[in-house]
């Protein structure tokens, strides 16, 4: 039987995750609020998703819960609309106890939820390498296999409920936010001490102060190149995320705490598009030193 | 000529360097104020350096500026009694306007400095494979070439004079120590939410939230194993450092001013001797959870 795959968010990593699927034979039904997002899509094979009923699967690819919720449920929601037995693959980042409300939701109406949160970027999207880290039960993963196989190189299976993928996704995050952060203050640090960003990318990635970030995003910063790959905003979202689940079991977190408020002051100073790597330019800008290209 | 190599300071580092240089064949003279490790070196075919002249090198692994100081310049100091043209390779992690300080002192008895803090373990310094993060003059690099060879698989040359390569190596111990409270901090999150500390290893190491000190650390929380490899004690003392020159320059560094205040409780619980890991007990303790192996 012909599966029909629904891709709801068609920006840099939906439409990456639509592409993939295209290329393993399936039919592809995008919907974005941007109309232009849809018709790039029809341009590549696919088709709008708008009236189509009986999706096998559906992979939400928006912002937040609000919006996950909203093409779920909302007005036009998709899934009283869905087969029988198909399967909501959710990948936004959202708070656990969010995931366990929609799997329960969508089990009124005999819909499978994964609670799948991605990693990887819009390049891996595209090329159907992302990671992703999902919980939900054992008939979920088995609904979603053709979508996970087409879309993902490494599948990490946390558990048989909705919410564990969130959480490891938090805890992820939290690392990654504050890694991101500390990078950047450890690079202009070492400026004020006369170590350029190149000699600080040569001898640090070699080192036990390195993380991943860092050999990510500090040569951004060697290069001056802000393109946003992974844009500032994300982070006062992300990090949100973490201490709102933080808050509801007072958990103290003061790194992501500290890490949040940089972001918080890069996002204010109208860097929110830039690459994220620009939180360095919070902390030039409190140190009066002048970035690699930035003037 | 034979090289007569001093090694003052025969804790963890210094006696794992002194073990380097005798299987180097070099004749090796070593000193601390615990007498029973200079019995443990002569065990070993070294000898005792007091009234010992005419060295050619010296390698200075105390814990800090002051020690530092005392060895080079206090009463029975070593620099005045070395060969003219000897190396001082001072490991210690210090401020760089010291190592510039040390240098220009030695200078006047003759004697080359090279800022050189190392980097690698007790395990690596007994092996000979430390990484050196090193400055100074072109001199006291070739002076100092023999025991480098001896004692280091990696050598970083950051410049020509001492103080970058101390900049450098608190630029480093900024990342692992902010790196090390993060960890902590998102293990301990995550356990809140039902991840075990074993499953966050799994995942995150594979992830974009990994991070050099993760992947060596982590392991320890999840087997419970606290014996101190690199304990809690040297992060109020590095991070302090790092916040010493901070100040100097007036550079705002939030995250590794939390990362410190974490250090200091844990240092005030009584935990100052364990594996810097125990960090993690810190955040277990305010969020009332249980560490595997900790009752």
Chains 1, 2 share one sequence.
Not at 104 to 133: T, W
Not at 204 to 210: L, N, S
């Amino acid at each position: 039987m012909e599966q029909k795959i629904g891709v709801y968010g068609l920006g840099a990593m939906g439409f990456g995750i639509a592409q993939s699927l295209l290329k393993n034979g399936y039919k592809v039904f995008g919907y974005d609020v941007n109309v232009k997002q849809v018709e790039r899509l029809c341009a590549e094979g696919g088709k709008a998703a708008a009236n189509v009923l009986e999706l096998n699967a559906v992979c939400i690819v928006v912002l937040n819960a609000q919006q996950t919720e909203q093409v779920l449920f909302g007005q036009n929601g998709v899934v009283p609309t869905m087969a029988s037995g198909a399967v909501v693959v959710s990948c936004a980042t959202v708070d656990p106890s969010f995931a366990k409300k929609m799997e329960k939701k969508c089990a009124e109406y005999n819909v499978l939820y994964l609670d799948a949160p991605i990693s990887g970027g819009a390049v891996k999207a595209a090329r159907g390498a992302l990671s992703v880290i999902a919980s939900g039960t054992d008939d979920a993963f088995i609904a979603a296999a053709p979508v996970l196989d087409a879309i993902a190189t490494t599948v990490f299976k946390l558990g048989d409920t909705a919410g564990a993928g969130s959480a490891m996704k938090a805890v992820n995050q939290l690392l990654a936010g504050v890694h991101l952060a500390a990078m950047a203050e450890a690079l202009t640090f070492g400026m004020t001490q006369g170590i350029s960003p190149e000699k600080f990318v040569d001898v640090i990635t070699q080192c036990a102060g390195t993380s991943w970030m860092l050999e990510d995003r500090a040569p951004h910063i060697v290069l001056g190149d802000y393109t946003p790959h992974s844009s500032v905003d994300i982070w006062p979202k992300d990090l949100g995320i973490v201490l709102e689940i933080a808050k509801s079991v007072n958990f103290s977190a003061p790194l992501t705490t500290v890490a949040l408020q940089q972001f918080f002051k890069a996002s204010s100073a109208g860097l929110g598009r830039e690459d994220d790597a620009a939180i360095a330019k919070i902390y030039a800008l409190d140190a009066g030193i002048t970035l690699p290209g930035v003037s």
